[in-house]
């Protein structure tokens, strides 16, 4: 998929919606991958102003993108707000048919640390995910860590044979605002949680997100510690990252030393065929995809971890001060990977420089209104309700916190 998933203009639908013709139309009830908990975030209704974070309970865990559908009403919307569902809705054939599915097996897919994926072949040089979500939802950052182990069982599990040829996670992150009315003077999260779910509840909420994130390797600061403020301007920095953290100063060594470990590698080896013509290893198609901004891509998933890290684990609020601290921390971290390589350290001087260019950035409204016009699209026209939610390779929607194994097996039925 050439295009992005969300194209920041309302007017426009993205091609993993024009597309369902060529889409998968499997449940996770035929790829039997049930599972009976799948925590997300959901969105505020429009009158609210408080984040909802819902452990949502999935009937379908895993849709084709073919299954979107039109958002729910109000009410609807409302009603799943309160129980904690958040269900992405059929049409009647396939409700008739996942109701057969589910008859027929009702076993949990049990978590990845106990599962045993057969190794497999893989015959595709890329997956694609689209993944929509907001920068102080708990479950986008636990979803974060579990899809990061997924690649990696990902790799594990290939072929012996294949064990030289890596496929390419060309991974996008997408903005989703769960609370658009939330106050750009900073309160403590807390105070957000006891006002949406009443005291005794929002223990239990927190509670249970702090264990999830425990498992993952994630210490989550206490809510009484944390500020919380709109999280607008913290996309506008995601952005910035993907398109321009650290190029003029990092890229150019990034490529030098990943083209070399490219040329390596089985995915762009050159072959003779039996008449001595020249071949590629991959389809034709395959060569004629858009090349990966592997730099970007690095960046994005390198600002989104810290501004997780700052929310969650240091109690940061994200207004300016706070990330212009975090672009600052991924500079440094890009200029500690760039002299680890062999290449000339960088001036510290270059990287401040470029850290009060990110400063004016945000003092503006550069790019925007195309962040809430992406986000429109999320909402309105893609139907999403909650985040995380991920798209893989426009064939798989993804919604809630899945386990690892469930990755992994949508990442086989892809390559």
Same mark, same amino acid.
């Given at each position: 998929?050439?295009?992005?998933?969300?194209?920041?203009?309302?007017?426009?639908?993205?091609?993993?919606?024009?597309?369902?013709?060529?889409?998968?139309?499997?449940?996770?009830?035929?790829?039997?991958?049930?599972?009976?908990?799948?925590?997300?975030? $959901?969105? $505020? &209704?429009?009158?609210?102003?408080?984040?909802?974070?819902?452990?949502?309970?999935?009937? &379908?865990?895993?849709?084709?993108?073919?299954?979107? #559908?039109?958002?729910?009403?109000?009410?609807?919307?409302?009603?799943?707000?309160?129980?904690?569902?958040?269900?992405?809705?059929?049409?009647?054939?396939?409700?008739? +048919?996942?109701?057969?599915?589910?008859?027929?097996?009702?076993?949990? *897919?049990?978590?990845?640390? +106990? $599962?045993?994926?057969? @190794?497999?072949?893989? $015959?595709?040089?890329?997956? =694609?995910?689209?993944?929509?979500?907001?920068?102080?939802?708990?479950?986008?950052?636990?979803?974060?860590?579990?899809?990061?182990?997924?690649?990696?069982?990902?790799?594990?599990?290939?072929?012996?044979?294949?064990?030289?040829?890596?496929?390419?996670?060309?991974?996008?992150?997408?903005?989703?605002?769960?609370?658009?009315?939330?106050?750009?003077?900073?309160?403590?999260?807390?105070?957000?949680?006891?006002?949406?779910?009443? @005291?005794?509840?929002?223990?239990?909420?927190?509670?249970?997100?702090?264990?999830?994130?425990?498992?993952?390797?994630?210490?989550?600061?206490?809510?009484?510690?944390?500020?919380?403020?709109?999280?607008?301007?913290?996309?506008?920095?995601?952005?910035?990252? =993907?398109?321009?953290?650290? =190029?003029?100063?990092?890229?150019?060594?990034?490529?030098? =030393? *990943?083209?070399?470990?490219?040329?390596?590698?089985?995915?762009?080896?050159? +072959?003779?065929?039996?008449?001595?013509?020249?071949?590629?290893?991959?389809?034709?198609?395959?060569?004629?995809?858009?090349?990966?901004?592997?730099?970007?891509?690095?960046?994005?998933?390198?600002?989104?971890?810290?501004?997780?890290?700052?929310?969650?684990?240091?109690?940061?609020?994200?207004?300016?001060?706070?990330?212009?601290?975090?672009?600052?921390?991924?500079?440094?971290?890009?200029?500690?990977?760039?002299?680890?390589?062999?290449?000339?350290?960088?001036?510290?001087?270059?990287?401040?420089?470029?850290?009060?260019?990110?400063?004016?950035?945000?003092?503006?409204?550069?790019?925007?209104?195309?962040?809430?016009?992406?986000? #429109?699209?999320?909402?309105?026209?893609?139907?999403?309700?909650?985040?995380?939610?991920?798209?893989?390779?426009?064939?798989?929607?993804? @919604?809630?916190?899945?386990?690892?194994?469930?990755?992994?097996?949508?990442?086989?039925?892809?390559?």
């Amino acid at each position: 998929m050439s295009q992005e998933l969300c194209k920041g203009n309302c007017g426009v639908v993205p091609s993993v919606v024009q597309d369902t013709a060529t889409t998968l139309t499997t449940t996770l009830y035929q790829l039997g991958l049930t599972t009976p908990n799948s925590p997300s975030c $959901t969105s $505020t &209704s429009a009158n609210a102003s408080a984040s909802v974070c819902a452990e949502s309970i999935h009937k &379908s865990t895993t849709t084709p993108c073919s299954g979107l #559908q039109t958002p729910p009403s109000e009410n609807a919307d409302a009603e799943t707000d309160e129980k904690g569902d958040h269900e992405i809705e059929s049409n009647t054939d396939q409700e008739e +048919e996942e109701a057969e599915l589910e008859s027929s097996s009702t076993t949990a *897919h049990p978590e990845s640390e +106990e $599962t045993i994926i057969a @190794p497999f072949s893989v $015959t595709k040089s890329r997956i =694609r995910l689209d993944i929509s979500s907001d920068t102080t939802c708990p479950w986008c950052f636990i979803a974060k860590r579990r899809i990061a182990k997924a690649i990696q069982m990902f790799y594990a599990l290939s072929s012996p044979e294949h064990e030289t040829k890596r496929v390419r996670f060309d991974i996008h992150w997408h903005p989703y605002q769960l609370d658009p009315q939330a106050p750009l003077v900073p309160i403590l999260k807390s105070k957000l949680y006891t006002r949406k779910f009443g @005291p005794d509840q929002a223990i239990f909420v927190r509670d249970r997100v702090v264990q999830a994130a425990k498992v993952e390797g994630i210490e989550f600061l206490p809510a009484d510690q944390c500020l919380y403020r709109n999280t607008l301007i913290s996309h506008r920095l995601i952005k910035y990252a =993907r398109e321009r953290l650290g =190029r003029e100063l990092f890229e150019a060594s990034f490529k030098s =030393r *990943h083209t070399n470990i490219d040329n390596n590698s089985s995915i762009s080896r050159i +072959e003779n065929d039996d008449d001595g013509e020249q071949k590629g290893e991959e389809e034709e198609e395959e060569e004629e995809e858009e090349e990966i901004d592997e730099f970007g891509n690095m960046v994005e998933d390198a600002m989104v971890e810290e501004l997780f890290h700052s929310h969650f684990e240091r109690g940061e609020c994200g207004d300016i001060p706070t990330l212009k601290k975090c672009a600052r921390n991924v500079l440094l971290a890009l200029a500690a990977d760039h002299a680890a390589a062999g290449n000339e350290p960088v001036d510290t001087e270059k990287i401040e420089r470029e850290v009060e260019e990110i400063e004016r950035y945000l003092a503006t409204d550069e790019d925007l209104q195309q962040i809430m016009d992406e986000i #429109q699209v999320a909402k309105h026209q893609m139907g999403f309700h909650g985040v995380p939610t991920i798209v893989v390779q426009s064939m798989y929607l993804v @919604p809630g916190g899945q386990d690892c194994a469930t990755f992994v097996e949508i990442f086989k039925r892809v390559v």
